[in-house]
């Protein structure tokens, strides 16, 4: 197919990654090799030189990988990508990449919080500075700049408080200050958001969540918008290694096809679910972007599409009846993840934001009765349905 980026989201993600495969094949094949043959020895080392493109060893790239890597490139608007084992494999990537031993980073104070974590322990313990802000108030990010400032690395809406970023205000001052601007936009996907488009540098995703689609995969993905900075991460994931092996890529390219349609009635059910949470007597305060209560609702309407499948909520009666709340649903699943077609519930203190402190939990408004929804494609009713009966179930607290 030529020209696939003239044409709408929802024809990019059947077509996109599926043009020029051999054998007139519709979809790419798995290419379930970890090496290739050379046609000579002279071809081999040209190949190594770079002097001639061509697949040499599947860890460098994979024509499987590629296919899907092409299709997430499309789809974000940008240059290439390169598709990684996990969410934390593409997150690592990318800080290996642009920092060094003295650099600091200014990261989203709401971040999944293995995230967190990964800047506190892993990049600390090579000379990684950090420090985590409210990325929704520009203040704070102009407060948190220093002079060994290299990369503003924002998650919007930020896991799992929702708080939301201002992509093109931040990308301002990144510009100004010649620092790289990565966005973490696992929670919407490029369905709903495309931060290349307004001023962010580099996206990532954990493949993981909506992208796949179906709770059966674990993958990442950086996508880069020049070809300087694709060399770069290209090299240092090669020699980290974490890349996404052909099957799982095959997989998630499979999940990509149903994206727009998934995140339709993704957005369609939660704002139903969100309002009825809000209007419900035994909800303290809900968090979803298309709700005018949410702070940051203006912003959200200006850089997104719609305000995708993600809700936060707090309980009256805490953290106990919050408890009680998730052992009296049955459709919902109480489980970690998100993104998938069936709604899963969790409970960040205790599970996603376990490995940060009360203290830094706390800083980032989790609390311990916050709850966090992914609202699935089910028929809303039965949602709905399934969380009034588990509400009901606390009338005694
Ligand atoms: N970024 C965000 C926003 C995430 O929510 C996650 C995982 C990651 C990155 C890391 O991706 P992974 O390595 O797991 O593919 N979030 C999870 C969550 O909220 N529950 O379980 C995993």
Redesign the pocket.
């Known amino acids: 197919m030529k020209n696939i980026n003239k044409f709408s989201d929802e024809t990019k993600t059947v077509h996109a990654g599926c043009s020029n495969i051999s054998e007139g094949s519709v979809v790419p094949p798995i290419y379930q090799t970890s090496t290739f043959k050379f046609q000579s020895a002279d071809h081999g080392a040209r190949l190594f030189s770079g002097k001639e493109q061509g697949y040499i060893y599947t860890r460098m790239l994979n024509p499987t990988v590629k296919a899907f890597e092409d299709a997430v490139a499309v789809l974000e608007n940008g240059h290439k990508s390169l598709a990684c084992?996990?969410?934390?494999?593409?997150?690592h990537t990318i800080f290996a990449t642009l920092l060094q031993s003295g650099d600091h980073v200014i990261c989203s104070e709401a971040?999944?919080?293995?995230?967190n974590t990964l800047l506190n322990t892993v990049m600390a313990k090579f000379g990684v500075e950090v420090d985590f802000v409210d990325t929704s108030n520009l203040n704070a990010i102009m407060h948190a700049f220093r002079d060994n400032t290299k990369v503003v690395y924002i998650?919007t809406p930020?896991?799992?408080t929702l708080v939301i970023s201002d992509i093109e205000k931040i990308s301002a001052i990144t510009k100004a200050k010649d620092v790289k601007l990565v966005v973490?936009n696992?929670?919407l996907s490029p369905i709903l958001q495309k931060p290349l488009d307004i001023g962010a540098d580099i996206v990532?995703?954990?493949?993981?969540?909506y992208l796949n689609g179906h709770a059966d995969v674990?993958?990442?993905i950086v996508v880069v918008n020049n070809e300087d900075d694709y060399q770069l991460f290209r090299k240092t994931l090669n020699q980290i290694g974490g890349v996404q092996d052909p099957f799982n890529s095959f997989l998630v390219h499979r999940g990509l096809k149903t994206l727009s349609l998934r995140i339709e009635r993704h957005c369609h059910n939660a704002m139903i679910v969100a309002t009825f949470l809000e209007n419900h007597k035994n909800i303290k305060w809900v968090r979803y972007p298309g709700l005018k209560s949410h702070p940051q609702h203006n912003i959200a309407k200006k850089q997104m599409k719609d305000s995708g499948g993600m809700i936060a909520f707090e309980i009256e009666g805490g953290l106990r009846a919050g408890e009680i709340f998730m052992d009296n649903l049955n459709l919902c699943q109480l489980?970690?993840?998100?993104?998938g077609v069936e709604t899963l519930i969790?409970h960040?203190a205790s599970?996603?934001h376990a490995s940060m402190s009360q203290k830094q939990r706390l800083k980032s408004n989790i609390t311990d009765g916050l709850v966090?929804l992914?609202v699935g494609i089910e028929n809303v009713d039965d949602i709905i349905n399934d969380l009034e009966n588990a509400l009901s179930s606390m009338h005694f607290i």
Request: no cysteine; hydrophobic share 35%; glycine share 18%.
């Open positions: 084992g996990s969410g934390m494999a593409a997150i971040v999944y919080g293995p995230t998650e930020g896991n799992p973490d696992t929670f990532m995703h954990s493949l993981t969540k674990v993958g990442g489980a970690v993840s998100l993104g969790q960040p599970m996603t966090r992914s």
